[in-house]
Every structure is written in structure tokens, then in C-alpha cells.
């Protein structure tokens, strides 16, 4: 028997990803509530999983072996479709929707199912909770409103948790062009340099200033700056590859950490760069503006003690290229 669809799923499904939160490692929030569940319905197994396309992901199980299900053999895509009271199921081998399921027929030969939706702020139904026996059981009136209650905490805990990312991003992200700022541009290139010391895998950095932007703020204002701004920052995100990183440290000036590690696909990828920016920006005012940039390298290698080291190149290099 086909799981059921509920009627918005893409919608559902947008908001559960706007969590970004599937595939993440166990964290304590969630695991206490399971613990919760376990002791307050003496059960010996509770999850809190997430409803993915194609299957049902665990945030937090105790005892449950797997860390996800299909979703054509998950029940909690049935409790999906009760947004507004728990799905129980007191005994599932008796229930013809359940007898023939490999979780009831083979192990863990499961009995007893009961899950509660997990609704967002907007009405969508992102997972369950739910706690599960080998034992038929019943299920009344005060244990379903309890479980509904814990559900409210599991929600809380995913809000809280998407808001403390979203903040944190903010804390890294560029207002303007919504590139990296300079604490994350920094915070990685530490990573990348003691990635690179173990695995001996090189990185260049590179460090740019737009050429004559100052013109463009003079003549025009500066939401006009401001608009080509974002153009550049586009212009040279569409230049490096995805896991590359592009940052915007504030007024005219950029960086770029690339996996180029030699130095003739550096020069190749810095010629893009110049050509990209260099054409002609058509603002939303109908004008027309020039900008140039000078782009200087460093690429790290194990005489580099320090992100220091490696930033100092990059701005010798930098000032090199602009008194030419």
C-alpha cells in the first residue's frame, strides 16, 4: 500500500528544507526530548524523524538501529495526513493497513504505533514524533495530549535552531551582496590552511579592488554604487567554482579563496575575472558604467606559517598589480 502525499507537499517540502537540518549529526535538544518519550510512555523506542521525498530521516531515535526509513514503509507518512491529533495505532497487526508493513512482519515485529505531526509556524507538517512498541498497547485521552505536547517542544527546538542559523549567517554574510564578509573569508582560509597542511592539497588566495569605482559614486550616488556592486559580486561568484569561496570585505574591495594550484590556471581564472568585470554594467537608471579591477595572488605552500603570511602576500601582490 502506497504511503500517502499530502496535497501541498511541495510547499512542505520547501519548509522542511528550509531548516537545513536533514543529515545533521545528533544534537542534545532533540535526543532529551526522545528520552522524555521513552520514560513518560514506558516505550522502549521513540524518534523524532523528519519527512524527506523519499524517506523518513531521524533527527534523534533511541531504539531504533537505522538512521532512516523508506517512506513507503514509514507510518509516520500516515500520521502526516492528522495535523491536529495523534495517529495511533494500538495494535498494527491487526490493522490491514499495517500487517503486511516488513516492520510489523519481520524485525522489529513492531505492535504499537502512536505519532504526532511536527507543524511549523505556517501550517506544514515537516515530520513526526513518535514512539513505537512490539507489544500491542492502548493509548488514551491524557498520554495522546501529552504527546502532542512534547511535539510542541520538538517544534520549538527546530525554530530555535533555524533562527540561531540564520544569525550566525547574517553574522558572516556581506548585507549588500549577501557574498561572505570577512570573518567567514578568514574563518575559512584558517580551515583551508590546516586542511591543506594534512592532506598537502595547495589554495591560492586572491585579493581585488575595483579600479575607478569612486567615479561611479560621484556621478551617479551611491545606490548606483550599490547596484553595481551587487553586478560585480555576481559576475565574480559565476567565475570561480561552487566550492570556491567569494567575499566582499567592505566598500570596493573583494577576495577569493580558489583550488587553482597552479600558476597558469591561476592566471587563466584571473583574466576571466578582469574580462567579467571590466564589461560595460547597465543600472536600472538606463546608464551605462565602466569598472575595472586588479586582482593580486597568493598561493599557500608549507613556507606560509600564518594566515597572516598568506593575506600580507596576497596585498604585495595586490598593490604590485595597482601601481602598474
Known amino acids: ?132 512498541d512490539n507489544q500491542p498497547r492502548t493509548f488514551n485521552d491524557d498520554q495522546r495530549s501529552a504527546l502532542k505536547d512534547i511535539s510542541h517542544l520538538v517544534v520549538s527546538s527546530l525554530e530555535n535552531r533555524k533562527r540561531a542559523l540564520q544569525l550566525s549567517r547574517l553574522a558572516m554574510t556581506d548585507y549588500l551582496t549577501g557574498l561572505a564578509n570577512r570573518v567567514q573569508f578568514e574563518r575559512v582560509i584558517k580551515s583551508k590552511i590546516a586542511h591543506a597542511r594534512r592532506s598537502g592539497e595547495p589554495f591560492s588566495l586572491l585579493q581585488m579592488d575595483l579600479d575607478d569605482f569612486k567615479n561611479v559614486n560621484t556621478r551617479f550616488g551611491h545606490a548606483a554604487g550599490d547596484e553595481a556592486l551587487v553586478e560585480v559580486a555576481r559576475r565574480l561568484s559565476k567565475q570561480v567554482r561552487a566550492e570556491d569561496l567569494v567575499a566582499r570585505f567592505g566598500g570596493n574591495e573583494f577576495g577569493a579563496i580558489v583550488r587553482q594550484n597552479t600558476q597558469d590556471s591561476l592566471a587563466l581564472l584571473i583574466k576571466r575575472i578582469v574580462q567579467a568585470v571590466s564589461e560595460p554594467i547597465l543600472l536600472s537608471n538606463g546608464e551605462k558604467v565602466n569598472i575595472g579591477i586588479s586582482v593580486g595572488k597568493a598561493t599557500f605552500t608549507d613556507d606560509i606559517d600564518s594566515l597572516s603570511d598568506l593575506l600580507t602576500l596576497a596585498d604585495q601582490a595586490l598593490y604590485v598589480v595597482k601601481q602598474r
Not at 517540502?13 to 537540518?21: E, F, G, P
Not at 526522545?34 to 523519499?54: Q, Y
Request: aromatic share 8%; with cysteine; charged share 20%.
Open 1 to 132: 500500500m502506497p504511503s500517502p502525499i499530502p496535497e501541498n507537499e511541495p510547499e512542505r517540502l520547501n519548509a522542511l528544507r528550509s531548516y537545513d537540518i536533514l543529515d545533521t549529526p545528533p544534537e542534545m535538544d532533540f535526543d532529551a526530548l526522545t528520552r522524555i518519550c521513552t520514560h513518560a510512555f514506558s516505550v522502549p523506542a521513540a524518534v523524532i524523524g523528519l519527512m524527506d521525498a523519499h524517506r523518513l530521516w531521524f533527527k534523534s531515535r533511541i531504539g531504533l538501529e537505522v538512521p532512516q526509513l523508506d517512506r513507503q514503509i514509514a507510518m509516520c507518512a500516515h500520521a502526516l495526513m492528522t495535523p491536529n491529533e495523534a495517529f495511533v495505532v494500538e495494535d498494527l497487526l491487526l490493522d490491514p493497513r499495517f500487517k503486511d508493513n516488513p516492520l510489523v512482519a519481520q524485525a522489529p515485529k513492531l505492535r504499537f504505533y502512536a505519532g504526532v505531526p511536527l507543524i511549523d509556524a505556517d501550517g506544514y507538517a515537516l515530520g513526526t514524533l513518535a514512539v513505537v
